[in-house]
Protein backbone atom coordinates (compact mmCIF):
# COMPACT_ATOMS: atom_id res chain seq x y z
CA UNK A 1 0.00 0.00 0.00
CA UNK A 2 2.63 2.73 0.96
CA UNK A 3 4.99 1.48 -2.19
CA UNK A 4 1.37 2.08 -4.43
CA UNK A 5 0.93 6.13 -2.75
CA UNK A 6 4.44 6.75 -3.11
CA UNK A 7 3.78 5.88 -7.13
CA UNK A 8 0.67 7.87 -7.22
CA UNK A 9 2.80 10.64 -5.40
CA UNK A 10 5.26 10.37 -7.79
CA UNK A 11 3.15 10.30 -10.71
CA UNK A 12 1.01 13.24 -9.45
CA UNK A 13 4.67 15.26 -9.29
CA UNK A 14 5.53 14.32 -12.41
CA UNK A 15 2.38 15.52 -14.58
CA UNK A 16 2.74 19.05 -12.63
CA UNK A 17 5.48 19.11 -13.84
CA UNK A 18 4.98 18.38 -17.19
CA UNK A 19 1.78 20.73 -16.85
CA UNK A 20 4.40 23.62 -15.55
CA UNK A 21 6.58 23.47 -18.45
CA UNK A 22 3.85 23.28 -20.93
CA UNK A 23 2.66 26.75 -18.84
CA UNK A 24 6.10 27.90 -19.11
CA UNK A 25 6.54 27.53 -22.85
CA UNK A 26 2.65 28.73 -23.62
CA UNK A 27 3.47 31.67 -21.56
CA UNK A 28 6.34 32.18 -23.99
CA UNK A 29 9.69 31.38 -21.64
CA UNK A 30 12.26 32.07 -23.35
CA UNK A 31 15.35 29.18 -23.56
CA UNK A 32 18.79 30.52 -22.61
CA UNK A 33 20.46 32.85 -25.51
CA UNK A 34 23.28 30.39 -26.46
CA UNK A 35 26.93 31.60 -25.70
CA UNK A 36 29.26 30.01 -28.43
CA UNK A 37 32.67 29.92 -27.79
CA UNK A 38 35.12 28.57 -31.29
CA UNK A 39 38.21 29.19 -28.83
CA UNK A 40 36.35 25.98 -26.68
CA UNK A 41 36.42 23.53 -29.62
CA UNK A 42 38.88 20.55 -30.00
CA UNK A 43 41.84 21.23 -31.72
CA UNK A 44 41.46 19.75 -35.53
CA UNK A 45 40.34 20.68 -39.28
CA UNK A 46 37.15 21.85 -37.78
CA UNK A 47 38.02 24.29 -35.28
CA UNK A 48 40.88 25.66 -37.83
CA UNK A 49 38.56 26.47 -40.03
CA UNK A 50 35.44 27.55 -37.39
CA UNK A 51 38.28 30.22 -36.20
CA UNK A 52 39.17 31.33 -39.42
CA UNK A 53 35.34 31.91 -40.25
CA UNK A 54 35.16 34.19 -37.28
CA UNK A 55 38.01 36.03 -38.26
CA UNK A 56 36.46 36.55 -41.76
CA UNK A 57 33.08 37.53 -39.45
CA UNK A 58 35.35 40.30 -36.93
CA UNK A 59 37.91 41.28 -39.44
CA UNK A 60 36.20 41.19 -43.09
CA UNK A 61 38.62 43.96 -43.94
CA UNK A 62 41.87 42.59 -43.26
CA UNK A 63 41.32 39.51 -45.36
CA UNK A 64 39.04 40.32 -48.09
CA UNK A 65 39.06 44.02 -48.01
CA UNK A 66 39.57 46.95 -50.75
CA UNK A 67 43.04 47.32 -49.29
CA UNK A 68 44.68 43.93 -48.57
CA UNK A 69 47.84 43.37 -50.09
CA UNK A 70 46.57 40.42 -53.24
CA UNK A 71 44.07 41.91 -55.37
CA UNK A 72 42.68 38.77 -55.38
CA UNK A 73 41.52 38.56 -52.31
CA UNK A 74 39.44 41.79 -52.53
CA UNK A 75 36.35 40.36 -52.62
CA UNK A 76 34.67 43.27 -50.62
CA UNK A 77 34.59 46.70 -51.92
CA UNK A 78 34.33 48.59 -48.96
CA UNK A 79 36.01 48.44 -45.57
CA UNK A 80 33.41 47.21 -43.35
CA UNK A 81 33.21 43.65 -41.56
CA UNK A 82 29.97 41.55 -41.52
CA UNK A 83 29.79 42.50 -37.74
CA UNK A 84 29.50 45.93 -38.46
CA UNK A 85 25.39 44.87 -39.20
CA UNK A 86 25.54 41.50 -37.35
CA UNK A 87 27.13 42.92 -33.74
CA UNK A 88 28.84 40.51 -31.53
CA UNK A 89 30.36 38.15 -34.00
CA UNK A 90 26.69 37.73 -34.91
CA UNK A 91 25.70 36.25 -31.47
CA UNK A 92 23.92 39.22 -30.28
CA UNK A 93 20.50 39.00 -29.36
CA UNK A 94 18.30 41.32 -31.82
CA UNK A 95 21.17 42.06 -33.13
CA UNK A 96 20.98 40.66 -36.55
CA UNK A 97 22.05 37.50 -35.34
CA UNK A 98 23.79 34.77 -37.33
CA UNK A 99 22.77 32.03 -34.43
CA UNK A 100 19.93 29.42 -35.88
CA UNK A 101 20.28 30.85 -39.37
CA UNK A 102 22.10 27.57 -40.36
CA UNK A 103 19.18 25.32 -39.88
CA UNK A 104 16.82 28.28 -41.59
CA UNK A 105 18.41 27.62 -45.21
CA UNK A 106 17.40 26.54 -48.00
CA UNK A 107 14.39 28.99 -47.72
CA UNK A 108 12.38 31.19 -50.05
CA UNK A 109 13.49 34.55 -50.67
CA UNK A 110 11.08 37.48 -52.14
CA UNK A 111 13.83 39.50 -53.34
CA UNK A 112 15.02 37.02 -55.97
CA UNK A 113 11.62 35.22 -56.09
CA UNK A 114 13.12 31.51 -55.24
CA UNK A 115 14.65 29.27 -53.05
CA UNK A 116 17.85 30.03 -52.39
CA UNK A 117 20.65 28.43 -50.14
CA UNK A 118 23.09 30.35 -47.60
CA UNK A 119 25.96 30.14 -49.77
CA UNK A 120 23.63 32.22 -52.14
CA UNK A 121 22.39 34.74 -49.05
CA UNK A 122 26.53 35.14 -48.19
CA UNK A 123 26.87 36.00 -51.79
CA UNK A 124 24.32 38.77 -51.02
CA UNK A 125 25.57 40.21 -48.61
CA UNK A 126 28.78 40.53 -50.59
CA UNK A 127 27.75 41.92 -53.05
CA UNK A 128 25.66 44.35 -51.13
CA UNK A 129 26.36 45.36 -47.70
CA UNK A 130 29.99 44.61 -48.39
CA UNK A 131 29.46 46.52 -51.81
CA UNK A 132 31.89 43.65 -53.49
CA UNK A 133 31.86 39.81 -55.48
CA UNK A 134 30.74 37.09 -55.12
CA UNK A 135 32.86 34.34 -53.14
CA UNK A 136 33.98 31.08 -54.88
CA UNK A 137 31.70 28.75 -53.89
CA UNK A 138 33.96 25.94 -53.26
CA UNK A 139 36.94 28.10 -51.57
CA UNK A 140 38.12 28.14 -48.45
CA UNK A 141 36.65 32.07 -47.70
CA UNK A 142 33.01 30.56 -48.19
CA UNK A 143 33.90 26.92 -46.30
CA UNK A 144 35.00 28.93 -43.39
CA UNK A 145 31.44 31.37 -43.30
CA UNK A 146 30.08 28.42 -43.59
CA UNK A 147 31.35 26.32 -40.53
CA UNK A 148 31.34 29.52 -38.29
CA UNK A 149 27.37 29.87 -38.91
CA UNK A 150 26.98 26.40 -38.70
CA UNK A 151 29.10 26.53 -35.20
CA UNK A 152 27.15 29.24 -33.96
CA UNK A 153 23.73 27.52 -34.46
CA UNK A 154 25.07 24.18 -32.58
CA UNK A 155 21.83 22.59 -30.82
CA UNK A 156 19.30 24.82 -33.16
CA UNK A 157 16.83 22.65 -34.79
CA UNK A 158 16.12 23.09 -38.09
CA UNK A 159 13.86 24.69 -39.23
CA UNK A 160 13.04 26.40 -35.83
CA UNK A 161 12.43 30.53 -36.04
CA UNK A 162 15.05 31.37 -33.15
CA UNK A 163 13.84 33.47 -30.33
CA UNK A 164 16.21 36.67 -31.09
CA UNK A 165 16.64 36.41 -34.77
CA UNK A 166 16.86 39.92 -37.13
CA UNK A 167 15.60 43.35 -34.73
CA UNK A 168 12.37 43.86 -32.68
CA UNK A 169 9.23 45.35 -34.44
CA UNK A 170 8.64 48.57 -34.28
CA UNK A 171 5.37 50.62 -33.96
CA UNK A 172 4.91 52.62 -37.58
CA UNK A 173 4.75 56.16 -37.47
CA UNK A 174 1.64 57.58 -37.97
CA UNK A 175 3.39 60.41 -40.29
CA UNK A 176 6.56 60.35 -42.59
CA UNK A 177 10.08 59.97 -40.88
CA UNK A 178 11.70 63.09 -40.82
CA UNK A 179 15.94 63.46 -41.97
CA UNK A 180 15.70 66.93 -40.62
CA UNK A 181 14.75 65.65 -37.07
CA UNK A 182 17.02 63.03 -37.83
CA UNK A 183 20.12 65.19 -38.46
CA UNK A 184 19.59 66.60 -34.66
CA UNK A 185 18.64 62.89 -32.96
CA UNK A 186 21.74 62.08 -35.17
CA UNK A 187 24.28 64.95 -33.76
CA UNK A 188 23.39 64.20 -30.13
CA UNK A 189 23.22 60.36 -30.43
CA UNK A 190 25.70 59.13 -33.00
CA UNK A 191 27.95 61.52 -34.19
CA UNK A 192 30.64 60.59 -31.10
CA UNK A 193 31.15 57.51 -32.52
CA UNK A 194 30.39 57.33 -36.44
CA UNK A 195 31.82 61.33 -36.57
CA UNK A 196 30.00 64.06 -37.85
CA UNK A 197 30.21 63.42 -41.59
CA UNK A 198 29.16 60.11 -41.42
CA UNK A 199 32.15 58.62 -42.37
CA UNK A 200 33.01 56.88 -39.04
CA UNK A 201 36.32 56.41 -36.99
CA UNK A 202 39.11 53.77 -38.42
CA UNK A 203 41.23 51.66 -36.82
CA UNK A 204 44.52 53.10 -38.26
CA UNK A 205 45.00 54.74 -41.50
CA UNK A 206 43.30 54.63 -44.72
CA UNK A 207 45.01 51.88 -47.00
CA UNK A 208 46.41 49.86 -44.08
CA UNK A 209 43.45 47.10 -44.15
CA UNK A 210 42.70 47.38 -40.42
CA UNK A 211 39.12 48.47 -41.33
CA UNK A 212 36.68 50.85 -38.58
CA UNK A 213 36.42 51.28 -34.96
CA UNK A 214 32.80 52.47 -36.09
CA UNK A 215 31.88 52.25 -39.28
CA UNK A 216 30.59 54.90 -42.22
CA UNK A 217 27.41 54.94 -42.48
CA UNK A 218 27.23 56.26 -45.52
CA UNK A 219 29.78 57.84 -48.31
CA UNK A 220 31.76 55.83 -50.57
CA UNK A 221 33.16 53.31 -48.01
CA UNK A 222 29.79 51.89 -46.80
CA UNK A 223 26.79 49.14 -47.69
CA UNK A 224 25.39 50.07 -51.22
CA UNK A 225 21.82 51.50 -51.68
CA UNK A 226 20.49 47.26 -52.57
CA UNK A 227 21.44 46.70 -49.07
CA UNK A 228 18.73 45.74 -46.68
CA UNK A 229 19.98 48.04 -43.85
CA UNK A 230 19.08 50.86 -46.67
CA UNK A 231 15.14 49.74 -46.16
CA UNK A 232 13.83 52.08 -43.40
CA UNK A 233 12.20 49.65 -41.48
CA UNK A 234 14.88 47.69 -40.98
CA UNK A 235 17.67 50.11 -40.25
CA UNK A 236 15.32 51.78 -37.37
CA UNK A 237 14.46 48.69 -35.84
CA UNK A 238 18.10 47.44 -35.73
CA UNK A 239 18.81 51.52 -34.40
CA UNK A 240 16.21 51.10 -31.62
CA UNK A 241 17.15 47.62 -30.63
CA UNK A 242 21.21 48.12 -30.10
CA UNK A 243 22.67 51.90 -31.07
CA UNK A 244 24.45 53.74 -29.51
CA UNK A 245 26.96 50.86 -29.39
CA UNK A 246 26.08 49.13 -26.13
CA UNK A 247 22.08 49.49 -26.08
CA UNK A 248 20.22 46.24 -25.56
CA UNK A 249 16.84 45.01 -27.26
CA UNK A 250 15.10 45.47 -23.57
CA UNK A 251 16.40 48.76 -22.95
CA UNK A 252 16.34 51.06 -25.63
CA UNK A 253 18.31 54.23 -25.40
CA UNK A 254 16.30 56.21 -27.86
CA UNK A 255 12.72 56.68 -28.47
CA UNK A 256 10.76 54.80 -31.45
CA UNK A 257 10.08 58.37 -33.10
CA UNK A 258 13.91 59.17 -33.20
CA UNK A 259 14.74 55.95 -34.47
CA UNK A 260 12.69 56.17 -37.18
CA UNK A 261 13.94 59.93 -37.92
CA UNK A 262 17.57 59.04 -37.48
CA UNK A 263 17.20 55.75 -39.89
CA UNK A 264 15.68 58.13 -42.54
CA UNK A 265 17.90 60.79 -41.92
CA UNK A 266 20.78 58.02 -42.26
CA UNK A 267 19.16 56.73 -45.68
CA UNK A 268 18.72 60.03 -46.84
CA UNK A 269 22.71 60.69 -47.35
CA UNK A 270 24.73 59.27 -50.42
CA UNK A 271 26.27 55.94 -50.86
CA UNK A 272 27.04 53.75 -52.96
CA UNK A 273 24.54 52.59 -55.87
CA UNK A 274 23.76 48.86 -57.03
CA UNK A 275 22.94 48.22 -60.61
CA UNK A 276 19.57 46.27 -61.69
CA UNK A 277 17.69 47.15 -58.26
CA UNK A 278 14.69 47.43 -60.83
CA UNK A 279 15.24 43.08 -61.08
CA UNK A 280 15.09 42.98 -57.14
CA UNK A 281 11.34 41.36 -56.44
CA UNK A 282 10.23 40.25 -59.71
CA UNK A 283 6.99 39.22 -57.93
CA UNK A 284 6.13 42.96 -57.15
CA UNK A 285 3.19 41.52 -54.45
CA UNK A 286 6.24 40.64 -52.29
CA UNK A 287 8.17 43.51 -52.53
CA UNK A 288 8.79 45.13 -48.74
CA UNK A 289 6.36 48.43 -48.62
CA UNK A 290 10.17 50.09 -47.46
CA UNK A 291 12.31 49.22 -50.56
CA UNK A 292 12.84 52.55 -51.70
CA UNK A 293 13.52 52.08 -54.93
CA UNK A 294 11.09 51.16 -58.24
CA UNK A 295 8.95 49.85 -59.87
CA UNK A 296 5.82 50.25 -57.67
CA UNK A 297 2.91 48.90 -58.07
CA UNK A 298 0.70 50.86 -56.06
CA UNK A 299 -0.53 54.58 -56.04
CA UNK A 300 1.82 55.65 -53.24
CA UNK A 301 4.75 58.16 -54.64
CA UNK A 302 8.47 56.99 -53.89
CA UNK A 303 9.15 59.21 -51.38
CA UNK A 304 6.17 57.49 -49.14
CA UNK A 305 7.96 54.28 -49.77
CA UNK A 306 11.19 55.87 -48.55
CA UNK A 307 10.08 57.69 -45.64
CA UNK A 308 6.69 56.38 -44.88
CA UNK A 309 3.92 56.84 -43.39
CA UNK A 310 3.50 52.89 -44.37
CA UNK A 311 0.62 51.94 -42.61
CA UNK A 312 -1.73 53.24 -46.00
CA UNK A 313 0.45 50.78 -48.26
CA UNK A 314 -0.15 48.35 -46.01
CA UNK A 315 -3.65 48.75 -45.81
CA UNK A 316 -3.42 49.19 -49.55
CA UNK A 317 -1.65 46.04 -50.18
CA UNK A 318 -3.95 44.15 -47.95
CA UNK A 319 -7.29 45.57 -49.82
CA UNK A 320 -5.74 43.97 -53.00
CA UNK A 321 -4.71 40.48 -51.29
CA UNK A 322 -8.96 40.50 -49.85
CA UNK A 323 -9.86 41.16 -53.33
CA UNK A 324 -7.96 38.51 -55.40
CA UNK A 325 -8.78 35.67 -52.66
Not at 48 to 67: A, H
Not at 255 to 269: G, K, L, P, T
Request: proline fraction near 9%; include cysteine.
Amino acid sequence: MKHKKRRIALTALLLGALAAGAFAEEQGARPSWPQPNADALPGGAFKDMVVYGRKLFNETYSVMGPEVRDPAMRYSGNNLSCQSCHLGSGTQRFALPMVGVYGAFPTYMAREDEVRTLEERIQGCMERSMNGRELPLGGKEMKAFLAYIQFVSTNIPVGRATDGRGSPPLPLLERAADPRRGADVYASNCAVCHQADGQGKRNGTAGDAKGYLYPPLWGPDSFNNGAGMHRLIASASFIRANMPLGTKYDAPVISAEDAWDVAAYINSQTRPTRANLDRDYPNRARKPVDAPFPPFTDRFPSEQHKYGPFKPILDAQKAVSASSN
